[in-house]
T-cell receptor, first 114, second 113 residues
């Protein structure tokens, strides 16, 4: 049973437009969420995170939105650039003693078309 | 080093062979994690170390999998009598503490033939 779901395996966006990547979770105990970016043959790289006490976190072109009631978060990339083409993983961490364990979604492959 | 280093990058093993995968974490990082990523899937937790103590090994798929970090720095993931379903990318990550802002290595791609 997947606790973190990324229902879109792939997404194509024109350069300069907005990319929106979605993530849903089922475990209401999760209290911290992260997005990782992964290029082929490399490990995941931390991109941006959000605590459950917030509903938005922004870092340059990247913004993560959290809707706790819907158990949904999204990553917005504006404007999208060809170098953003990668697989994006959503991950969640439970609080307290379990806060060492990341639970990942299956990823969404983003292709930004020049 | 500047980042988490894993070796080898690629490993081909015959079914039944034992393998050892190495992870050099970022210097000073207390926490070290191993994850397994099958093709088309997200990374899945295997085990967690805090310094030399293995605090959680609940994600290890079977008793053929063994991990150690004897001096609280370098870690080795050993898989005995490899099977085809062990084929995956094995990722190591480290952090100052817990899972927040964990830094991942490039992974070792294991192929069992």
């Amino acid at each position: 049973d997947q606790q973190v779901k990324q229902n879109s395996p792939s997404l194509s966006v024109q350069e300069g437009r907005i990319s929106i990547l979605n993530c849903d979770y089922t475990n209401s105990m999760f209290d911290y969420f992260l997005w990782y970016k992964k290029y082929p043959a490399e490990g995941p790289t931390f991109l941006i995170s959000i605590s459950s006490i917030k509903d938005k976190n922004e870092d340059g072109r990247f913004t993560v939105f959290l809707n706790k009631s819907a158990k949904h978060l999204s990553l917005h990339i504006v404007p999208s650039q060809p170098g953003d083409s990668a697989v994006y993983f959503c991950a969640a961490i439970p609080p307290g003693a379990g806060s060492y364990q990341l639970t990942f979604g299956k990823g969404t492959k983003l292709s930004v078309i020049p | 080093g500047a980042g988490v280093s894993q070796s080898p990058r690629y490993k081909v093993a015959k079914r039944g062979q034992d393998v050892a995968l190495r992870c050099d974490p970022i210097s000073g990082h207390v926490s070290l994690f191993w994850y397994q990523q099958a093709l088309g899937q997200g990374p899945e937790f295997l085990t967690y170390f805090q310094n030399e103590a293995q605090l959680d090994k609940s994600g290890l798929p079977s008793d053929r999998f063994f991990a150690e970090r004897p001096e609280g720095s370098v870690s080795t993931l050993k898989i005995q009598r490899t099977q085809q379903e062990d084929s995956a990318v094995y990722l190591c990550a480290s952090s100052l503490l817990n899972g927040y802002e964990a830094f991942f290595g490039q992974g070792t791609r294991l192929t069992v033939v």
